[in-house]
């Protein structure tokens, strides 16, 4: 009777599972281990100090060579960089009405595809004016930043991704670098 039994079980799986469309399913959603907030001090090569994450390595931005504290962090491991850019002000370099125009500029350019922009306004620790821009959506820079101190100093930072994957699988990794991000401004200090 087990031998009959078998044989019926086996017709019955062939018969059932031979039927119908195949669907594949979906891939699944790639594992993100995210290191420790540690931080490490700047190199004093730079016009500016601030704590840096230990998880970035500092390159030279190869956008344009001539401006030596422009830079990189880079987040190998993550696929990001962050841009940070360094421009003088007043008689050493740029009107700050000018370059504050153009950083606003810079981050109104992505509206076309941001669902949102929240700006904050705020006062680091040292004394100095930043505005914090978030934007949301499938932008090609979710987090931008700007710190002056209206006189002399201006720094500039924005977040690009490596990859092509959706801002919403990406959402832990933003939210991880935002955090780096808000300890670099808040030791954030201009050289005289």
Known sequence: MSSRFLNSILVLMFLTGCGGDYLPRPMG???????????????????YLFEKPQAATVEQDTFNLKEEAWINLH????GAKVHLTYLPLGSQGG???????????????????????????????KGYTGVVAELSGEVPTQFQF???????????????????????SLAPVIEHIKIDMMHLINTLEFKN
């Open 146 to 168: 700007f710190v002056t101190d209206s006189t002399k100093h201006f720094l500039r930072g924005a977040l690009y991704f490596d990859t092509a994957m959706k801002n919403d």
């Open 95 to 125: 009107d700050v009405k000018l370059v504050l125009n153009d950083a606003i500029n810079l981050t109104a350019k992505h509206q076309i595809k941001a669902y949102g922009i929240e700006e904050s306004v705020l006062l680091t620790p």
């Open 29 to 47: 959603y790639n594992r993100i281990d995210l290191p420790e907030h540690t931080f490490e001090s700047l190199s004093d090569s730079f016009p």
């Open 75 to 78: 987040y190998q491991d993550m």
